[in-house]
């Protein structure tokens, strides 16, 4: 079983920045890929970036292309999401999960590919 746990979010005022981190404690996430969701109120989850084993690969939403960006240190054994320019609508609980993947190279898209989830934290950005 593998324990994430996500850390970094907060209120923050629209147009600033966070980031956050996803660790695990037992388990070693350069066996994974990695993705980052997220969930609004009454809205679905929804993957917000998707990053590749070795990290070389990585997708980004495109409600949040060039203001998010996923990372890893697989030394660190954490995943990160480097959030800019926040928006109101990126207001949702944040949630990290990790997919057992053979290859190092590429990533998934879907949730159901995840086997893995942190609790999730929360990010909420006013305006």
């Known amino acids: 079983q593998v324990h994430l746990v996500e850390s970094g979010g907060c209120l923050a005022q629209a147009g600033g920045s966070l980031r956050l981190s996803c660790t695990a404690a037992?388990?070693?996430?350069?066996?994974?890929?990695m993705g980052w969701f997220r969930q609004a109120p009454g809205k679905a989850r929804e993957l917000v970036a998707a990053?590749?084993?070795?990290?070389?690969?990585?997708s980004h939403a495109g409600s949040v292309a060039g203001r998010f960006k996923i990372s890893r240190d697989n030394a660190k054994n954490t995943v990160f999401l480097q959030m800019n320019d926040l928006k109101p609508e990126d207001t949702a609980v944040y949630y990290c999960?990790?997919?057992?993947?053979?290859?190092?190279?590429?990533?998934?898209?879907?949730?159901?590919?995840?086997?893995?989830w942190g609790q999730g934290t929360l990010v909420t950005v006013s305006s």
């Open positions: 999960a990790a997919a057992p993947n053979p290859n190092t190279g590429t990533y998934y898209w879907h949730a159901k590919d995840y086997a893995h």
């Open positions: 037992g388990s070693t996430l350069s066996s994974y890929t």
């Open positions: 990053i590749s084993r070795s990290g070389g690969d990585t």
